[in-house]
């Protein structure tokens, strides 16, 4: 089955405290995102890859890394978390770049919701 | 300006409702325009793709008016499982854009 999976789905940690997200997808997609999700705010793109080792800014990227070692795999990293991150999380994968824009839609992750103390 | 506006609601309307919902993007160069669908907390699933042509899937029809930079989603017949909110997203040079969301609640 094609999907994105996303682990943990929720998590509680406290400031300062480094914690990973994982992502990855099983639909050989070079591009991959993350997002996060606030109140009146929207989904809003903290960091994309458009292919293996290959990363890009979003709107968002304050505070996070990524990696991209292996197209299947793209963890969201938060060496110092602080309470402004609590919010909820979602990976992203799409055949953006790679034929036709109808092609472009996004597979979403369930979802990550990190509480920040 | 933010990159893609939408009415956040509420719209609540009866089951066998038509509702509409508008969304605008403010920078001509956006090249792709969807409607996704989230439920409460949930992902967001794709609703539909958005062309100049105008599009329809059964109770959905979507709309792309790219001189006016305009978006819209037409929903006939509502039903009870349709109440979620739904996301105008456009794409620009590798990234998508999200609207707030609409949210659509429809009331037996």
């Known amino acids: 089955e094609a999907q994105v999976t996303q682990n943990p789905r929720y998590l509680i940690t406290v400031t300062g405290k480094k914690l990973t997200v994982t992502c990855s997808q099983n639909?050989?997609?070079?591009?991959m995102s993350w997002y996060r999700q606030d109140p009146g705010l929207g989904l809003r793109q903290i960091y994309y890859s458009m292919n293996v080792e290959v990363t890009d800014k979003g709107d968002v990227p304050e505070g996070y890394k990524v990696s991209r070692k292996e197209k299947r795999n793209f963890p969201l990293i938060l060496e110092s978390p602080s309470p402004n991150q609590t919010s909820l999380y979602f990976c992203a994968s799409s055949l953006l770049g790679q034929g036709a824009p109808a092609n472009e839609k996004l597979f979403f992750g369930s979802g990550t919701q990190l509480s920040v103390l | 300006r933010k990159e893609v506006e939408q009415d956040p609601g509420p719209f609540n309307v009866p089951e066998g409702a038509t509702v509409a919902f508008n969304c605008t993007y403010s920078n001509s160069a956006s090249q792709s325009f969807f409607w996704y669908r989230q439920d409460c907390r949930k992902e967001p699933k794709l609703l539909m793709s958005v062309y100049s042509s105008g599009n329809e899937d059964g109770r959905f029809t979507a709309q792309l008016n790219r001189a006016s930079q305009y978006i819209s989603l037409l929903i006939r017949d509502s039903k009870l499982s349709d109440s979620a909110t739904y996301l105008c997203?456009?794409?620009?040079?590798?990234?998508?854009?999200f609207g707030t969301g609409t949210s659509l609640t429809v009331i037996p």
């Open positions: 997203v456009v794409t620009r040079f590798n990234q998508f854009y």
């Open positions: 639909m050989n997609h070079e591009y």
